[in-house]
């Protein structure tokens, strides 16, 4: 007797564990943990500008803002980090007219060199100010158009490699070099990486965590579609954003059994959210998981002060309670109130403290998490076919335009 099948079934952690192995070996964010930064730091302590301009949209740039949102309030950088990601023309000119632009070094970032909205302003920016190798550099593929103009102009570039995806790409040049710029330890970075990618392949605490938290949000894809991460600090705003091109770019696919997959991903703030969407996770549909994400220490001393306002002497309780430890009581506030309803699966994510390790760490997780999803799901974590059919449409458009 015969038999023969195209049945793509969940997979054994063993079975799951050797395909991550191989991957590894083709697909490069895996490998950014270890690589040499002597390069970028010599270029950053070069650069003499104040205001580090990046231009890019997406992936090039949404990694690198989410580490900078969340060191920026506790650091003093001396260098001034501006985002220019969208063809908002309001966006556009508010930031530029804030900026002295000759003391700006402008870092455009495309990894195909040929992003629309990233070189609209790129062209624009050449009608303010005379753009060359002293006050540019370029990061991208090392064959793209936007290198060969690079070439052309004698510009500095760094490469983005092929086989490391935008939405992948922070710890590569793409978040690096602009974040050794204005002063981050991109050492302590990868440290962070480091201590992620040895637990998960020398099978130790994370390993389990992360399989276990994958499966979970796959086998229960139908009944629990929506993935939320409630970040208990203004500071995660960026890594939010973050998780969410991650999540959705990369887990929004057709699988090899032709079907369509993808988790939705929300970022939630609190406690500001509480006061929004609090009440829809409670007493709506049970269709969602929760990550709570908690910062242990804020490096905050910031205290309410033990005074009475005259009619509301009844919240004198919250009285010479640092701010630092409201918000986390806040949070755990929620999590009880989730935690009693016993039909919101959640789970809690502690933060040391504020530093390149804690956020990196983070980071490097929500990557290797996203991956294994993708493996279970039966599909391609790192292309995006669904995003080129407007690319074309686009460009479509604006070509009949100039006809």
């Known amino acids: 007797m015969k038999y023969e099948d195209n049945f793509h079934t969940m997979k054994e952690n063993s ?4 395909e991550i192995i191989e991957e590894k070996k083709t697909i490069g964010y895996y490998n950014l943990v270890y690589q040499d930064t002597i390069e970028f730091k010599n270029y950053a302590k070069g650069v ?24 920026k309030n506790s650091n003093k950088f001396e260098k001034k980090l501006i985002f220019l990601e969208t063809t908002d023309p309001l966006d556009i000119k508010a930031k530029l007219n804030n900026i002295k632009l000759e003391d700006s070094l402008f870092i455009v970032i495309s990894k195909s060199g040929t992003t629309i909205e990233t070189l609209a302003i790129f062209k624009y920016i050449h009608t303010l100010i005379t ?6 550099l370029i990061i991208t593929e090392n064959d793209s158009k936007l290198n060969n103009y690079a070439k052309v ?111 939705t991903p929300l970022g939630l703030i609190g406690p500001i959210d509480q006061h929004s969407f609090l009440q829809l996770i409670i007493d709506g549909k049970k269709d969602k998981t929760i990550t709570f994400i908690k910062v242990d220490d804020f490096k905050s001393d910031l205290t309410i002060p033990n005074i009475t306002l005259a009619k509301l002497e009844e919240i004198d309780y919250i009285n010479q ?4 430890e409201l918000i986390n009581f806040q949070a755990d506030a929620t999590i009880k109130a989730i935690s009693d309803i016993k039909k919101i699966p959640y789970d809690v994510i502690h933060i040391k403290g504020i530093s390149e390790n804690s956020i990196a760490k983070l980071m490097y997780e929500y990557e290797l998490l996203t991956s294994i999803c993708a493996k279970l799901l039966h599909i391609n974590a790192y292309d995006q076919p669904g995003v080129e059919s407007g690319k074309i449409i686009l460009k479509n458009k604006l070509m009949d335009m100039e006809r």
């Open 153 to 263: 102009h004698k510009i500095k570039t760094f490469d983005i490699p092929k086989n490391v995806g935008g939405r992948f790409s922070v710890f590569s040049a793409v978040g690096l070099v602009p974040l050794a710029i204005i002063g981050v330890d991109i050492d302590a970075l990868l440290d962070g990486t480091k201590e992620v990618y040895n637990s998960f392949f020398k099978k130790e605490e994370l390993y389990s965590r992360i399989l276990k938290k994958a499966r979970f949000f796959t086998e229960y894809k139908y009944k629990f579609n929506i993935n939320i991460i409630f970040s208990y600090s203004s500071m995660l705003e960026g890594f939010n954003k973050w998780y969410i091109q991650l999540w959705g770019e990369s887990l929004g696919k057709i699988d090899s059994n032709d079907i369509e997959q993808g988790l």
């Open 131 to 136: 753009i060359d190798k002293s006050n540019c």
């Open 48 to 71: 003499k500008q104040s205001n580090i301009v990046i231009i890019g949209i997406g992936g090039s740039t949404l990694g690198t803002y989410a580490i900078y949102d969340f060191l």
């Open 321 to 324: 309670i640092p701010f630092s």
């Open 15 to 18: 079975i799951l564990f050797d």
